[in-house]
């Protein structure tokens, strides 16, 4: 190892934490109404998000995440089926300026509450997203996702988020 990197490695870092509000809608997925095959779900995921991780290097984050939220699938809003998803996940944050930061996040989410279904709609007992976006002005999340949606199908979505991080640098 060389001194340089071994600084970077044995120096300081900086611990992150941040906590967000968020939402993501899927607006066309693979899984179709199940009385209507043909015609594609629509999937949102609404509720909070914490992260905690570390700034191994000044240009970078690594961070891990746990979700909470409101989801629903089915035909349109508020006809089809409702309940409640955790998840978790990782994310990796490039840090080119203070007021920008695109990341690649990771996230798993699991249906834990069903309180309403009907026959529009089909709540996944699980989704799986890779989203890609930036971070604007240190709170405004923008991003794209693909992945298994909120309906049980395979789908391209987007999501926005308000929040705030913070850095604390350890000895």
């Known amino acids: 190892m060389t001194p340089a990197l071994c600084l970077v490695v044995l120096g300081q870092t900086s611990i992150v934490a941040g906590a967000e509000v968020f939402g993501e809608y899927f607006p066309r997925s ?12 629509q999937s949102v995921l609404t509720g909070g998000r914490l992260s905690i991780g570390h700034q191994p290097l000044p240009s970078l984050r690594l961070l891990g995440l746990f979700e909470a939220g409101y989801a629903a699938a089915g035909m349109r809003a508020g006809f089809g089926n409702d309940g409640f998803m955790v998840g978790s996940g990782f994310e990796c944050d490039w840090v080119p300026h203070r007021w920008l930061l695109p990341f690649a996040r990771l996230t798993y ?55 705030w991080s913070w850095a604390m640098e350890s000895p």
């Open 30 to 41: 693979s899984a179709g109404v199940p009385m209507e095959p043909d015609v594609p779900q």
């Open 109 to 163: 989410d699991a249906r834990i509450a069903h309180w309403a279904s009907g026959p529009n709609g089909t709540l996944a007992d699980f989704a799986v997203a890779l989203a890609a976006g930036a971070r604007v002005l240190r709170f405004l999340d923008v991003h794209v996702i693909v992945g298994r949606d909120f309906a049980g199908g395979w789908s391209l979505g987007c999501g926005v988020g308000l929040g």
